[in-house]
């Protein structure tokens, strides 16, 4: 299911394109790894910023201690959205535990 809270406005056209690509990557993580029988995405507009958040009730994973880690540990996927997040000045946060499920947190300035 999907929630957007705040006051919807459209964006810069390449902002919009990797909100959307970092969605897109998410949730074919889901898909791919996670095993869940649910997915919610939240989509939170805000004065300063776009937060996006993909939230699933799969197997979950231990997530590496640095986010440069990342590639190390495989997850090319997750590389590729902080990198893309960080491209626009902003930050990407994973949260996850084996068993827990994840729950993927982007942050994207509007200014």
Same mark, same amino acid.
């Given at each position: 299911? #999907?929630?957007i809270i705040g006051e919807e406005r459209r964006l810069a056209? /390449?902002? *919009?394109?990797?909100?959307?690509r970092i969605v897109q990557q998410a949730l074919a993580n889901v898909v791919a790894h996670a095993g869940a029988a649910q #997915?919610?995405? *939240?989509?939170?507009? #805000?004065? /300063?910023?776009?937060?996006?958040?993909?939230? /699933?009730?799969?197997?979950?994973?231990?997530?590496?201690d640095q986010p440069s880690d990342l590639a190390? #540990?495989?997850?090319?996927?997750?590389?590729?959205?902080? *990198?893309?997040?960080?491209?626009?000045?902003g930050r990407l946060q994973i949260d996850a535990a084996a068993g827990q499920g994840a729950t993927i947190t982007a942050w994207l300035p509007l200014a």
């Open positions: 299911s #999907a929630t056209p /390449d902002l *919009e394109l990797a909100a959307y #997915a919610w995405i *939240e989509v939170r507009f #805000a004065s /300063d910023g776009l937060t996006l958040g993909v939230r /699933d009730d799969g197997r979950g994973f231990r997530p590496p190390a #540990a495989g997850h090319f996927g997750l590389m590729g959205m902080r *990198e893309r997040a960080m491209l626009y000045g």
